[in-house]
């Protein structure tokens, strides 16, 4: 009997354990997106804001307005 109580206790503990591992994963999958997110924006942000000024460009030389 309390060989089982012992086993039961250990396992509650373990559980606890892992918890802390799971938000440390977590914490590092965000950081990792995070990460990927800041290069695209710098990768590809000139681009991007070409392509939207020659967009507003466009509408505006037909509507008569500019940008």
């Known amino acids: 009997m309390l060989d089982y109580l012992r086993i039961m206790l250990n396992a509650r503990l ?3 354990d892992e918890r802390g ?7 590092l999958l965000i950081a990792g997106i995070a990460a990927l997110i800041v290069i695209v ?4 942000g000139g681009a ?3 392509i939207f000024q020659k967009t507003c460009n466009s509408v505006g030389a037909s509507s008569g307005q500019s940008c």
């Open 14 to 16: 373990a559980k606890m």
């Open 48 to 50: 991007l804001k070409n």
């Open 21 to 27: 591992a799971s938000a440390v994963e977590y914490g």
């Open 41 to 44: 924006v710098f990768a590809f």
